[in-house]
């Protein structure tokens, strides 16, 4: 009876242990494949400018230019823009 006992918690033990190595290779094989998507999916740097008007960071690409006394000035929108030099007059 005692010996029984003995096997069957030792193969209770081994089938844990199968389950807990499948999941842990499961999980890491994940994890790489996560990984490779992150690294797929970062984007090319690409420089921030200052809004001078709202304070916010805007890509140079979808900046909204404007030269003023010859200087460059970057912009969120088109109506931060015209706040600006309405404020400025």
Do not use: W
């Not at 494949?33 to 740097?45: A, E, F, L, R, Y």
């Not at 921030?48 to 230019?65: F, G």
């Amino acid at each position: 009876m005692l010996i029984r006992l003995i096997i069957i918690l030792i193969l209770i033990y081994l089938l844990y242990r199968i389950i807990k190595l499948f999941h842990r290779s499961r999980t890491a094989s994940v994890s790489s494949q996560q990984i490779k998507k992150v690294k797929n999916m970062t984007p090319v740097g690409e420089d921030l400018v200052e809004d001078p008007h709202c304070h916010t960071y805007v890509p140079v690409s979808q900046a909204y230019r404007k030269e003023i006394g010859g200087k460059s000035y970057y912009f969120c929108s088109k109506e931060c823009y015209e706040t600006y030099v309405s404020e400025k007059k």
